[in-house]
């Protein structure tokens, strides 16, 4: 049986760890995402993004937390109901 309460803090921690050194180097060095978007998922597209500010942090923050959490919450349960 997995703990699914303790699954859920470390999920939450480990996105928003994750989420926030993502968000501070994309503000550091903005060319990583068409570098990210051309050499890791080999697709070669232009776009322009300035929505960077405490309000977009915060809710991406949230989005990717509750994302995250649904995921592993859908994992734990499957690999709980279901009988090896």
């Known amino acids: 049986m997995i703990n699914i309460i303790h699954l859920l ?3 939450a921690a480990w996105t928003s760890i ?3 050194v993502c968000y501070l180097g994309v503000a550091m060095y ?4 068409m570098m ?8 070669d597209i232009n776009f322009v993004s300035g929505y960077f500010g405490l ?4 809710s991406g923050l949230i ?3 509750i994302i995250a959490l649904l995921a592993v919450w859908f ?3 499957l690999f709980n109901t279901i009988k090896q």
């Open 9 to 11: 803090k470390v999920t």
């Open 18 to 20: 994750i989420y926030t």
């Open 30 to 33: 903005p060319p990583v995402r």
């Open 36 to 43: 990210t978007m051309r050499y890791a998922l080999h697709a």
């Open 55 to 58: 309000g977009y942090f915060i």
């Open 63 to 65: 989005i990717w937390n």
């Open 75 to 77: 994992f734990a349960w």
